[in-house]
């Protein structure tokens, strides 16, 4: 990795000549003039501007053009008033890199044309290094970080979660052929989430090197797997990437879905802030985490989709749970969906920015 080390207390937010803001405050736990949010897939199809880009524009021509692909990532930041731009790209684009064949089909999810089931595929894999694994997406973050006016997140999928794309060839529910794999051939599975382990170190810190702030890894399937599993044959290549990653100075996000039995052991792997979802109260998780570190969350999406006054009470009861606690930036606890109302998002951001008085 050739990016250079940031500066913890003004990095690319100082050399744009922007305040570093009350989101990286909160990610590093200082204390902020009011909560951050921001939300993923808050870039999408609940915005109209991006439905209208849609009609002229397919999703795969957006991610391969940086120039539409840095307006669609900044439409949520001018529309809504959030507190970060998360770049607007799909965790499968690096690993074409790779040479991976793979298309984002509408409604389905990444398909794989060719699923990777042996110790002969996974030594197949490329290794590209930084850059070179996507290099449109580098180009679009150059795009977003020189017209934002707020900090700017990168991300990449986790060993895990893209493992389970290559070798089902599909979105899963039961995850039942990556797993036989991890089983059946414990040495090609390793093999293959070192590989993916280090080109996304790599492709993360190609986006530092553009100018994100922070990076976050979605392990969005981890939630899959049994606490000994979990340690045994993931822990290690993410804690390896986490490693990979402290020298460059950005906070360090880990979010995973359906995660409730493994915050713990997602917590020993290092990051600076965990992602809980909504399926463990925001409190209870922040202690079973640790509250030496960060945390993100953690609003059903669905709620999003009820009556603004529901919405309004549980964006509340989120912000009361963190107690007002430094480090906590307000998130769902998965992303946007697209049927969700735009004024529910506004008064989300509305009610997260006003806060709440907590009684300690």
Not at 42 to 68: D, F, H, M, N, W
Not at 137 to 144: C, D, Q, S
Not at 190 to 199: F, H, Q, Y
Not at 332 to 356: F, I
Request: aromatic share 6%; with cysteine; glycine share 10%.
């Amino acid at each position: 990795m050739n990016a250079p080390r940031r500066d913890p207390g003004g990095g690319a937010a100082a050399a744009a000549g922007r305040p570093e803001g009350r989101f990286l405050r909160a990610l590093r736990r200082l204390p902020v003039d009011a909560t951050p949010v921001w939300l993923m897939r808050q870039a999408g199809r609940s915005l109209p501007e991006y439905r209208r880009l849609r009609e002229r524009y397919s999703l795969t021509e957006i991610v391969a053009q940086p120039e539409l692909c840095a307006e669609v990532t900044l439409q949520p930041v001018h529309r809504l008033g959030v507190d970060a731009a998360v770049m607007f790209a799909d965790i499968m684009l690096p690993v074409r890199g790779m040479g991976v064949e793979v298309e984002l089909v509408e409604e389905v999810g990444p398909v794989i044309a060719r699923p990777i089931r042996s110790r002969e595929a996974v030594e197949a894999l490329g290794e590209p290094e930084g850059e070179e694994a996507a290099p449109q997406v580098i180009e679009a973050v150059r795009h977003v970080v020189e017209a934002s006016p707020v900090p700017v997140i990168g991300f990449c999928g986790a060993p895990f979660t893209l493992a389970s794309y290559l070798v089902e060839g599909r979105p899963s529910r039961d995850h039942a052929l990556v797993k036989a794999f991890m089983y059946r051939e414990p040495e090609a599975f390793d093999r293959l989430l070192g590989k993916l382990a280090a080109v996304m170190a790599g492709y993360l810190a190609a986006q530092v090197a553009a100018g994100v702030e922070a990076v976050q890894l979605f392990d969005s399937w981890v939630g899959a797997l049994s606490v000994e599993d979990y340690e045994e044959r993931i822990a290690p290549h993410t804690r390896a990437m986490l490693a990979a990653l402290a020298p460059l100075g950005v906070p360090r996000i880990h979010f995973g879905t359906g995660t409730a039995g493994l915050l713990e052991a997602i917590a020993a792997t290092g990051p600076d802030v965990v992602g809980l979802d909504w399926r463990v109260p925001l409190d209870v998780g922040w202690r079973r985490v640790g509250l030496d570190r960060g945390v993100q969350g953690n609003l059903d999406p669905a709620v999003l989709l009820g009556p603004s006054p529901l919405v309004r009470r549980r964006v509340e009861e989120v912000l009361r749970r963190a107690g007002g606690r430094p480090g906590h930036v307000f998130n769902l606890g998965h992303g946007v969906l697209p049927e969700t109302p735009l004024e529910n998002l506004q008064a989300l951001v509305e009610v997260v920015h006003r806060g709440v008085e907590v009684h300690v």
